[in-house]
């Protein structure tokens, strides 16, 4: 494997190490911004490899009880699948999140910025400072989303993450996309993870699945049927696997789980309520539209 590489992009700071995509992005006076990346360059470095260490446990699913892990980060990844349980999750559910949630804490450490967001393949941490906000865009639904989630200093999502089954980690449920805000990129990640599984149509002959072990050997879903292709649902079909999503959604959003969620699937989406898509004028939009998981 190659070691891990950190190049600019005009102003942007692109992170990669094997599995791991970012594009981050600090606001701010120069000499700070760049501190700031010469602190998620250095912190960056490391991650895989702690990852690694601790990969057969991080790949099992969750018990009754959290388990201890070695460092930060697993523990991160640990807590937020747990609380699913006794529905099958795993810690690696919540990877994306947990590495970009980790990289913003390094990037804005002792740091006098406006704004920050680390970008991990649509997995997003955001740092807002006082009066900040940032517009987020759903990309790839098909739906018009782009460019209207707005986030401000004083909501409390610091986190989105999108899954689903076109995305690049497998899915049990059959939803295009499912994004989620919450307070950390890691809860969300998980969160999001939870409510595309619940996005499906049991049975149904025109959903072709397979097991995750014969797509990937070392998936953590092991024999687990992953979807592999959606195909003609009727728009009733559509409808009631969205809604049995959105129910499992407003659940963990009166548990406080989540902040907000939108679904979407052929050309329908759901949304509960709380999800943010009024964009104001003039607000900075989020570099690198938040794609599908």
Request: charged share 20%; aromatic share 6%.
């Given at each position: 494997?190659?070691?891990p590489?950190?190049?600019?992009?005009?102003r942007?700071?692109?992170?990669?190490h094997?599995p791991?995509?970012?594009?981050?992005e600090?606001?701010?006076?120069?000499?700070?911004?760049?501190?700031?990346y010469?602190?998620a360059?250095?912190?960056?470095?490391?991650?895989l490899?702690?990852?690694v260490?601790e990969l057969p446990?991080?790949?099992?699913?969750?018990?009754?009880?959290?388990?201890a892990?070695?460092?930060?980060?697993?523990?991160?990844?640990?807590?937020?699948?747990?609380?699913?349980?006794p529905?099958?999750?795993?810690?690696m559910?919540?990877?994306?999140?947990?590495?970009?949630?980790?990289v913003?804490?390094?990037?804005?450490?002792?740091?006098?910025?406006?704004?920050?967001?680390?970008?991990?393949?649509?997995?997003?941490?955001?740092y807002l400072?006082a009066?900040?906000?940032?517009?987020?865009?759903?990309a790839g639904?098909?739906?018009?989303?782009?460019?209207?989630?707005?986030?401000?200093?004083?909501?409390?999502?610091?986190?989105?993450?999108t899954s689903?089954?076109?995305?690049?980690?497998?899915?049990?449920?059959i939803?295009?996309?499912?994004?989620?805000?919450?307070?950390?990129?890691?809860?969300?990640?998980?969160?999001?993870?939870?409510i595309a599984n619940?996005?499906?149509?049991p049975g149904h002959?025109?959903?072709r699945?397979?097991?995750?072990?014969?797509?990937?050997?070392?998936?953590?879903?092991?024999?687990?049927?992953?979807?592999?292709?959606?195909?003609?649902?009727t728009?009733?079909?559509?409808?009631?696997?969205?809604?049995?999503?959105?129910?499992k959604?407003?659940?963990?959003r009166?548990?406080?789980l989540?902040?907000?969620?939108?679904?979407?699937?052929?050309?329908q989406?759901?949304m509960?309520?709380g999800?943010p898509?009024?964009?104001p004028?003039?607000?900075q939009?989020?570099s690198?539209?938040?794609?599908?998981a």
């Open positions: 494997m190659s070691p590489q950190a190049t600019m992009l005009g942007r700071l692109h992170l990669n094997g791991i995509d970012i594009i981050a600090a606001f701010g006076e120069g000499d700070e911004v760049q501190r700031a010469h602190q360059v250095a912190r960056f470095g490391t991650i490899d702690e990852l260490a446990n991080l790949r099992a699913p969750v018990h009754a009880e959290q388990r892990f070695g460092s930060k980060i697993a523990q991160s990844m640990e807590a937020a699948a747990q609380v699913f349980f529905a099958f999750i795993t810690p559910a919540a990877v994306a999140g947990a590495v970009a949630d980790e913003l804490a390094h990037m804005i450490a002792g740091r006098r910025l406006k704004k920050a967001y680390v970008n991990n393949g649509g997995d997003s941490a955001l400072g009066g900040a906000n940032m517009s987020l865009a759903i639904t098909g739906n018009d989303f782009e460019d209207r989630i707005f986030i401000g200093a004083d909501d409390e999502t610091r986190g989105v993450a689903g089954w076109r995305g690049r980690s497998f899915s049990l449920g939803a295009d996309a499912v994004t989620v805000l919450a307070r950390t990129g890691t809860e969300a990640d998980a969160a999001a993870t939870i619940a996005v499906d149509l002959g025109s959903i699945r397979a097991p995750a072990e014969s797509l990937q050997p070392d998936s953590d879903l092991g024999g687990r049927l992953v979807t592999v292709d959606v195909g003609n649902l728009a009733q079909e559509a409808a009631r696997a969205l809604e049995a999503g959105l129910r959604a407003d659940e963990l009166t548990c406080g989540i902040s907000a969620a939108a679904l979407f699937l052929n050309s989406w759901r509960t309520q999800m898509v009024a964009m004028p003039q607000t939009a989020l690198g539209s938040l794609q599908n």
